[in-house]
């Protein structure tokens, strides 16, 4: 869905921001690859504002509630 990120990043919502750098976002992930794995929380969404006709947009905060695995390894 268009909005899924604004229905999924809620208010306290806990779980794992996984980061994989230099290859494109459209490249399935992959046994082997190296990514940095990090334990968060969502804070309260802020919207942010639009430039003219464009979309609106917001700005999920986001805590580490936990010691980071910079250097992972996707089984």
Do not use: H, W
């Amino acid at each position: 869905a268009d909005d899924l990120p604004y229905t999924t990043l809620l208010y306290q919502t806990t779980g794992y921001l996984v980061v994989r750098r230099i290859l494109p976002y459209t490249t399935a992930f992959a046994a082997g690859q190296t990514v940095e794995v990090f334990p968060i929380e969502c804070g309260e969404p802020q919207q942010t504002p639009p430039a003219p006709n464009e979309v609106a947009k917001f700005m999920s905060p986001m805590k580490v509630t936990d010691e980071p695995n910079t250097r992972a390894t996707v089984a």
